[in-house]
């Protein structure tokens, strides 16, 4: 069975920086891309970057580019999400999420991390 | 940026009766289209992609369909456990994107 567990969400301060981790279990996770999506409260599913399956290529959302960096460590089938210069408009859940890279659609998805910016 | 437009935002359906969700893309997509559905406190689920492909363990009453930049996202019987938030999502070019969603709602 598939699973992916994010973790390293929190209460960040305006400006800081936060590392997300998502753990994969279940398949061989060098083959497939990986995204991160995220929901802002009461609000509708944004997109935020994506890697490929060895790291070769990564995609960013322009509202994250130059902030956010995605990276991945097949070794311990973990996907990363390093986020500097936090705004209060990143307050969001985080997803992480498989997909075929190529045909980026997103399945399964963990069950989320909770960021909080905010002084 | 492909601009994905769903109507309406809140679909009223009697348990045992037809849903139709739209979804209008702001140019082609070709078939590259996704739908998801998100219950309260819980991550979206995939149900159709290519449009119309159920994904593995999704009930035959979903089905999706396309015509041009239009997409439908069609439950052909709502039972209790479908009420909940539809998203589609482009996936032919970069940046992916959501529509804003459609709540289907107990009426």
Known sequence: EVQLLESGGG???????????CAASGFTF???????V?????KGLEWVSAI??????TYYADSVKGRFTIS???????????MNSLRAEDTAVYYCAKTIFGKNW?????????????? | ????????????????????????????????????????GQAPRLLIYGASTRATGIP????????????????????????AVYYCQQYNNWPLTFGGGTKAEIK
């Open chain 1, 106 to 119: 997103f399945d399964p998805w963990g069950q989320g991390t909770l960021v909080t910016v905010s002084s």
């Open chain 1, 11 to 21: 209460l960040v301060q305006p400006g800081g920086s936060l590392t997300l981790s």
């Open chain 1, 52 to 57: 490929r399956g060895d790291g070769g290529s």
């Open chain 1, 30 to 36: 060098s083959r497939y891309g990986m995204s991160w």
């Open chain 1, 72 to 82: 991945r460590d097949n070794s311990k089938n973990t996907l990363y999400l390093h």
């Open chain 1, 38 to 42: 995220r929901q802002a409260p009461g």
């Open chain 2, 60 to 83: 035959a009453r979903f089905s999706g369909s396309a015509s041009g930049t239009e997409f439908t996202l069609t439950i052909s019987s709502l039972q209790s456990e479908d009420f």
């Open chain 2, 1 to 40: 940026e492909i601009v994905m437009t769903q109507s309406p935002a809140t679909l009223s359906v009697s348990p045992g009766e037809r849903a139709t969700l739209s979804c209008r893309a702001s140019q082609s997509v070709s078939s590259n289209l996704a739908w998801y559905q998100q219950k309260p």
